[in-house]
C-alpha cells in the first residue's frame, strides 16, 4: 500500500509542477571556462605578489624616513619657538615706540595748543612713527625667514589583489 502511494505522490509532483527538460532562454548558455581570462588572472596574480613584495620594502623606507621626519620636527620646534619668541618682541617694541609717540602728540595737543603747535606736534609724531616703522623693518630684516618644516613623507599605498574571473 505505501509503494502505490509514493508512487502515485510521485506522479502527481512531477505532472504538477510540469517539469519540463529544457527551458534555457536564448543568451543564457552556460560559458565554458575562459582561458584568456584565467590567463590574465594568473598574470595579474605574478603582478600582485611582485607589488606586494614592492609595497612591503616601500613601507620599511616609509618608517625610516617617518623617523627622520619626526626628529625634524623635534629639533625645528626650538627654533620656531625662538623666531616666534623674536618676532614679538620686535612687534612689542614697535608698539611700545608708536605708544610714546602718540602719548606724547596727545600731550602736545591737549589744552590751549594753537594750530601751528598742533601741526609741529603731529609733524613730530609722524616723524617717530616712521622712525618706528624704519626700526621695525629692519629688525624683521636681520631676523630673517623663519625656519621651514620638512615635508612630510608619503605613505606607500597598498596594491588591489587581483579578482578571480
Not at 617617518?66 to 625645528?76: C, D, F, I, N
Amino acid at each position: 500500500m505505501k509503494k502505490s502511494l509514493v508512487a502515485v505522490a510521485l506522479t502527481a509532483a512531477l505532472l504538477g509542477f510540469g517539469a519540463v527538460p529544457s527551458q534555457a532562454v536564448e543568451g543564457d548558455e552556460i560559458a565554458p571556462r575562459d582561458n584568456a581570462a584565467i590567463l590574465a588572472y594568473k598574470a595579474a596574480k605574478v603582478a600582485f605578489q611582485a607589488d606586494l613584495a614592492e609595497y612591503r620594502a616601500a613601507r620599511g623606507v616609509y618608517a625610516t624616513e617617518m623617523a627622520a621626519y619626526r626628529e625634524a620636527m623635534v629639533t625645528l620646534k626650538p627654533a620656531l619657538t625662538a623666531y616666534g619668541a623674536a618676532k614679538r618682541q620686535i612687534a612689542q617694541t614697535f608698539a611700545a615706540a608708536v605708544q610714546s609717540a602718540r602719548t606724547t602728540y596727545q600731550a602736545a595737543i591737549a589744552g590751549d595748543a594753537t594750530t601751528e603747535e598742533k601741526a609741529a606736534a603731529k609733524a613730530t609724531f609722524d616723524q617717530a612713527k616712521a622712525s618706528a616703522l624704519e626700526t621695525r623693518n629692519a629688525a624683521i630684516a636681520e631676523l630673517g625667514v623663519a625656519p621651514v618644516k620638512p615635508t612630510a613623507p608619503v605613505k606607500p599605498t597598498k596594491p588591489t589583489k587581483p579578482v578571480k574571473p
